[in-house]
């Protein structure tokens, strides 16, 4: 079956230390892959997107992610967390066929300390 | 400002009732969608429209029901049928409801049966 899975519920770094979170996937095919973040109470943004090319992707907020075939992983990396940056974060993909769903993962709560 | 408009933010309900929970666009998408938040779940999917006047079940439909009747419209009822409720509700869009389509958010109903 098809699935997300982001094994870290909860993060706690350090302001200004470099920040990985997982996401792990189980799909027949490369799918799009995305990460999205949501601040307490509110909706999601997305944070950037893959589908193909260059597989270290930048997005907005100053976070990439590196896509790895092989690992079957979509890993959100940030050089230097920002206490803004404490929220949730949702690793989620869509099919390159057949339906439109996106499925979403659980989600990793990132906590920023001083 | 283009975007997506969720009300009510919080929403209190009887049990036994049902209860519409509004969500509007002006971004011109075709696609739209109902995901139900739950902690530690991530966002699961309940109804989704690709077009006017048609709308597909999701993977948790029993208990909810929607329409489509305009494109920037897709209220969610929330009906007795519903065993648990309670929940934090998302709606989305998104440009043309393809599978590499960013979604964007409103801003989430919390709603709370008693």
């Known amino acids: 079956a098809q699935s997300v899975t982001q094994p870290d519920i909860h993060i706690t770094v350090s302001e200004g230390a470099s920040l990985e979170l997982r996401c792990n996937y189980s799909y027949g095919a490369t799918p799009y892959l995305f990460w999205y973040v949501q601040s307490p109470g509110q909706g999601l943004q997305l944070l950037l997107k893959y589908f193909s090319g260059d597989t270290l992707v930048q997005g907005i907020k100053g976070f990439e992610a590196e896509f790895k075939r092989s690992q079957s992983s979509f890993n959100l990396r940030k050089p230097s967390v920002h206490w803004s940056d404490a929220a949730e974060y949702f690793c989620?993909?869509?099919?390159?066929?057949?339906?439109?769903?996106?499925?979403f993962g659980a989600g990793t709560r990132l906590f920023v300390k001083a | 400002d283009g975007g997506i408009t969720q009300s009510p933010k919080y929403l209190f309900r009887k049990e036994g009732q049902n209860v519409t929970l509004s969500c509007e666009q002006n971004l011109n998408h075709d696609a739209m969608y109902w995901y139900r938040q739950d902690p530690g779940q991530g966002l699961r999917l309940i109804y989704y429209s690709q077009i006017v006047n048609d709308f597909q079940k999701g993977d948790i439909a029993e208990g909810y029901s929607v329409s489509r009747e305009k494109k920037e419209s897709f209220p969610l009822t929330v009906t007795s049928a519903q065993k648990n409720p309670t929940a934090f509700y998302l709606c989305?869009?998104?440009?043309?409801?393809?599978?590499?389509?960013?979604?964007?958010f409103g801003p989430g109903t919390r709603l709370t049966v008693l």
């Open positions: 989620a993909v869509a099919p390159p066929t057949g339906g439109f769903k996106t499925i």
């Open positions: 989305a869009s998104a440009k043309g409801g393809g599978r590499g389509d960013e979604q964007f």
